[in-house]
């Protein structure tokens, strides 16, 4: 009914020129006095064969409402099902969308390209860096003093960065090399303790860790990417007291420090890509990413992950380990 009703409203122009013409047939018949019965037989017959092309024009219209109803519901390249139509104004437009279309796709293509270049220009620098960053800490090993144990520390930090890069270049390609199966969590753990040691050491933190022997189903290298970045903004936001590392309930790890803290406003949006909050403009080094491909990566692994804030009392991050039921390998 609301077609119909839109149909007329579209169509009243040539429905009121109808009604203004049987309306002059009429007064000149009047005028010339001839027999109002010799009018009205024409009239008839034009008014029933006007319904009749109102409905067929109307059919014809709903078909094609229908045809391009479902062609909204499907992708826009699918565009040669657009029906053909002999009103001239219908058909400019249709072209207009093809025009429009086509420019579209061959920007798209360039903007790909570009990101592709991109991706591939800083995956290549990624892998290069490396060589000159793993030469200098073997230099660095084989010194033991309190300035090679300070750039051993920078160093760390340098490797932290450049593996961010690699995640986030990563992290939407359809090739990512996710291997979902059974690991031991304490295993993982340890792997990220022991990258720390370091730190913990020379900054005279504690570390309250009791194994929590549980196997979890997830990818090694991944949630190790997600278990160092918790870490290592525990450490970085911690200047005394330690870092615990414990399960709270069946399946729920959780990381707690006693650090400054997440001011409240800032708490809903730590997990947003580039957000810093009152702490990271008072550390010039955050950049609002480690969180955010955390959040990223723990989606993709079927995990969830959340924080709860005292401000000045510390942080705790609670990874949800329970929450995808996968088959393993």
């Known amino acids: 009914m609301r077609l119909f009703i839109m149909y007329i409203n579209q169509r009243k122009g040539v429905i009121l020129m109808c009604i203004v013409f049987f309306a002059v047939f009429i007064f000149s018949f009047d005028m010339y006095h001839l027999p109002w019965q010799a009018a009205a037989y024409p009239a008839l017959l034009c008014a029933v064969f006007g319904i009749f092309v109102i409905i067929f024009d109307f059919m014809r219209v709903r078909i094609r409402h229908k045809i391009l109803i479902g062609i909204q ?89 450049v593996e961010m890069v690699l995640v986030f270049l990563r992290l939407d390609s359809e090739s990512s090399d996710y291997v979902i199966r059974e690991y031991d969590l304490d295993d993982i753990i340890k792997q990220a303790v022991r ?35 918790v870490l290592s903004n525990a450490l970085k936001y911690t200047k005394s007291g330690g870092v615990a590392i414990y399960m709270e309930e069946a399946q729920i790890l959780c990381i707690k420090d006693t650090g400054i803290g997440i001011a409240p406003g800032d708490l809903p949006r730590i997990f947003e890509k580039g957000y810093t909050g ?50 393993t390998e």
């Open 195 to 229: 990258r720390f040691a370091g730190e913990f050491i020379g900054r005279k933190l504690s570390l309250k860790y009791e194994p929590v022997n549980t196997k979890i189903l997830t990818d090694e290298k991944w949630f190790l990417f997600v278990i160092e970045q």
């Open 278 to 327: 009152y702490n990271g403009r008072s550390d010039k080094r955050a950049s609002g990413i480690g969180l955010y491909l955390s959040k990223q990566i723990c989606s993709k692994l079927g995990h969830g992950i959340s924080a709860e804030s005292v401000l000045d009392s510390g942080t705790t991050v609670r990874i949800d380990l329970s929450r995808r039921e996968l088959e």
């Open 73 to 161: 519901k499907r992708p826009f390249y699918m565009l040669d099902m657009l029906p053909e139509s002999v009103d001239i104004e219908i058909r400019d437009y249709a072209d207009i969308i093809r025009n429009l279309y086509d420019a579209q796709r061959k920007l798209e293509n360039s903007m790909y390209d570009r990101y592709y270049d991109m991706v591939d220009y800083y995956t290549m620098w990624v892998h290069q860096i490396k060589t000159p960053i793993a030469s200098m800490r073997l230099n660095l090993q084989n010194e033991d003093s309190q300035l090679s144990r300070k750039l051993s520390s920078d160093l760390f930090r340098i490797e932290q960065y």
